[in-house]
């Protein structure tokens, strides 16, 4: 296991279309991150795993996002009827409970365009 | 809520010590954390500091923490075009995500 890791690297879809993307976390990583990039800007955070509970969501995860862990391992990140407001880089990251620092390691996200 | 700025753009030579500057605004942060983002990559944690912390030093990094005026720093000691990248400055609180300010583009001229 060499890091968190994203699936896919690259997605472009039609406005209105839904998409999913995958995050594997590092496998002893009980804790589950998802941010959204957009260009210029630093990560802002959308929602955040424990183990298979989703304990906080930003104001930014609209009702067309949803996001579930259902074993406490890997992730996903659905967009419903997606927006070209949509457009950004998702990055996932995980870190491990207890650690001393709380760091959070962080996958090559997945860059959505919506056109 | 939390707020973290930093200034946009920093040129500097090569060989010389860039210094990258960010404010936060909320006092009960406990950690903060420099990020490194090259083109097209995810972010690598670079290193971290605890509030109680005043400075910290890994390798041609050093971290400088001024709590009172809620100042953070990172110096890189003979910075290399390699280094050119983006920085992202952010902080823990008691939530358990971070916030991060909107970056700073090193660019190391040769």
């Known amino acids: 296991d060499t890091g968190v890791s994203q699936d896919p690297r690259h997605k472009i879809t039609k406005r209105g279309q839904n998409v999913t993307f995958r995050c594997d976390p590092i496998?002893?990583?009980?804790?589950l991150y998802w941010y959204r990039q957009t260009l210029g800007q630093g990560p802002e955070f959308l929602t955040y795993f424990q183990n298979e509970a989703q304990l906080e969501k930003s104001r930014l995860l609209s009702d067309r996002f949803s996001a579930e862990r259902p074993k406490g391992s890997f992730s996903t990140l659905e967009i419903q009827r997606t927006e070209q407001g949509d457009s950004a880089m998702y990055l996932c990251a995980s870190s491990l409970m207890g650690s001393t620092a709380t760091e959070a390691f962080f996958g090559q996200g997945t860059r959505l365009t919506v056109v | 809520g939390e707020d973290v700025e930093q200034s946009l753009f920093l040129s500097v030579r090569e060989g010389d010590s860039s210094v990258i500057n960010c404010t936060y605004t909320d006092s009960s942060s406990t950690y903060l954390y420099w990020y490194k983002q090259e083109p097209g990559a995810g972010l690598q944690l670079l290193t971290y500091?605890?509030?109680?912390?005043d400075m910290k030093q890994d390798q041609r990094l050093t971290v400088l923490l001024n709590k009172k005026d809620k100042h953070l720093s990172l110096r890189i000691a003979d910075t290399q075009t390699g280094d050119s990248a983006i920085y992202f400055c952010?902080?823990?609180?008691?939530?358990?995500?971070?916030?991060f300010g909107s970056g700073t583009r090193l660019q190391v001229q040769p």
């Open positions: 500091i605890f509030s109680n912390m």
């Open positions: 496998s002893e990583h009980n804790r």
């Open positions: 952010a902080a823990h609180t008691g939530r358990r995500a971070l916030t």
